[in-house]
């Protein structure tokens, strides 16, 4: 996690899964209550995404109706969040590069 002037920034690698949820809910609990003004998710890292995990970033709760900002997500990752019906509670930034 890094923050800045209200930004938060979260950088996941690896799998986010339901084994991975409570951990992950944890965690942004922690971040909920600092009250951010921008919630940056940076996926670039995550090859893995079930839906229990997208769940609980696209659920996050942020002031003035914001969402959540999914950055890099690989093609695997942006497909379980527009199947879920996911993707339209988080603003979709910037696709990975072709190396990915």
């Not at 922690?30 to 609980?56: E, S």
Request: charge should be neutral; aromatic fraction near 4%; glycine fraction near 8%.
């Amino acid at each position: 996690m890094d923050a800045d002037r209200g930004v938060v920034t979260v950088v996941a690698s690896g799998e986010l899964d339901a084994a991975a949820a409570p951990q992950i809910a944890a965690q942004l609990a922690q971040i909920a209550a600092h009250r951010p003004q921008r919630l940056v998710f940076d996926l670039t890292g995550l090859w893995f995404l079930d839906c229990a995990a997208a769940r609980l970033i696209a659920g996050m709760s942020l002031p003035a109706g914001r969402r959540p900002v999914i950055r890099g997500a690989r093609p695997v990752v942006r497909r379980i969040l527009q199947v879920s019906g996911l993707a339209a509670r988080c603003e979709l930034e910037e696709e990975p590069g072709p190396a990915d």
